[in-house]
């Protein structure tokens, strides 16, 4: 790896971050706050939040077995892939490698902070050979994007090629990993401590069933977390997401059960659709959503659509010509869904 000063952006490095009110008293016990110009009615949305969301970060250390200043806490885990490319490229010069397919936000946010994307075609297994991604990387490259279990396709990549290219890419390597909690395959934030390129991305989207308060996660060694939390704004996370959090991650056996239902569930959808006429193919999945082919994607998908059922048309996307992403959803919802296909 190379050293992290050549990795981030020249201001970034030298950035003198804001100090919020609530950053500069620590340590002492205090009682009365009138440092920020809060309102001292309307308990308890009149207080600032946390800017560093300990409370949250202590359980999601526990729960996934990763020091708390290891942990970045976001906005959704999009915050901390457009913080990476904030943090770590420079417009106009540097690029970044991806996976293709893959999860779009990785091109979105290159576009938008004006960083070259290189999507390196998965094989035909939809796995990665990492001797094409390392090809695909230049002096230049700053950041090899992976997502296992992979969007749209659902495979987990395999871990020896993730760790190959992590060893010999002397960048940084971003792994989402959004939809491990569906997986039977290791999470690599296991790899933390041997790899100080490795930044691992997680969310309470998915398996947590809290899309809606935005709330992702980054793990990453303490020099990369510490650059992310200057950079990001002050009060990034709200009091009601933290609080929210706070209160699911209290209950991780309620997550393992919704899991189990949903993998359960996952498994009969995909038996059903290979006994389905227009079934061509259904691609293995470790997440809570599978892929399929089919003989016409988009005229299942309008004819799915005018019954009210929506799922996700991946037609256009490398390799998945043809192919519909099914989200697995309650039982009832999955065979409303089978219902309608059995009629077409
Ligand atoms: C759904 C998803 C996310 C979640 O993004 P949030 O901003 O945390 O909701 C991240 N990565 C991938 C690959 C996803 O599919």
Redesign the pocket.
């Known amino acids: 790896m190379r050293p992290l000063q050549e990795l981030t952006r020249k201001n970034i490095w030298r950035l003198q971050p804001y100090s919020s009110a609530r950053n500069e008293y620590s340590g002492k016990v205090a009682k009365v706050f009138l440092d920020a110009n809060e309102s001292p009615y309307n308990k308890p949305f009149n207080r600032y939040p946390d800017p560093l969301q300990t409370e949250v970060k202590k359980a999601v250390a526990r729960i996934k077995g990763v020091e708390a200043g290891q942990i970045f806490v ?6 901390a ?1 457009d913080l990476s490319y904030r943090c770590f490229t420079c417009p106009g010069t540097d690029n970044v490698v991806a996976i293709e397919p ?2 779009g ?1 990785y091109r979105v946010c290159a576009d938008i902070n004006d960083v070259e994307y290189r999507p390196v075609l998965l094989d035909e297994h939809f796995d990665i050979d990492a001797e094409r991604i390392l090809a695909a990387c230049d002096s230049n490259t700053k950041i090899v994007w992976l ?1 296992s279990p ?3 396709t659902g495979n987990a990549l395999c871990r020896e090629e993730m760790l190959k290219v992590t060893d010999r890419f002397d960048g940084l390597v971003v792994v ?1 990993e ?2 491990s909690d569906f997986s039977t395959v290791k999470s690599l934030r296991h790899e933390l401590s041997f790899h100080p390129n490795l930044i691992i ?1 997680n ?4 398996a947590w069933g809290c ?1 809606s308060i ?3 996660m980054a793990f990453a060694s303490k020099e990369i977390i510490d650059i992310f939390n200057r950079v990001k704004y002050p009060y990034n996370v709200s009091g009601l997401t933290q609080q929210q959090a706070l209160r699911a991650l209290s209950d991780p056996y309620e997550v393992d059960k919704w899991v189990r239902m949903l993998i359960q569930e996952r498994d009969r959808m995909m038996e059903a659709f290979r006994l389905l006429p227009i079934c061509q193919k259904v691609f293995p999945s470790e997440a809570n959503f599978f892929l399929v082919r089919v003989t016409n994607a988009q005229a299942v998908y309008d004819y799915l659509v005018n019954r009210g059922i929506i799922v996700r048309n991946r037609t256009k996307v490398a390799l998945c010509h043809d192919c519909l992403r099914i989200t697995i959803g309650t039982k009832s919802e999955n065979n409303e869904l089978l219902a309608a296909l059995r009629g077409l």
Do not use: F
């Open positions: 976001g906005n959704g885990s999009d915050e892939i893959t999860y936000m997502c992979n969007n749209p989402d959004a939809y991305l969310t309470m989207s998915k899309a935005r709330m992702g």
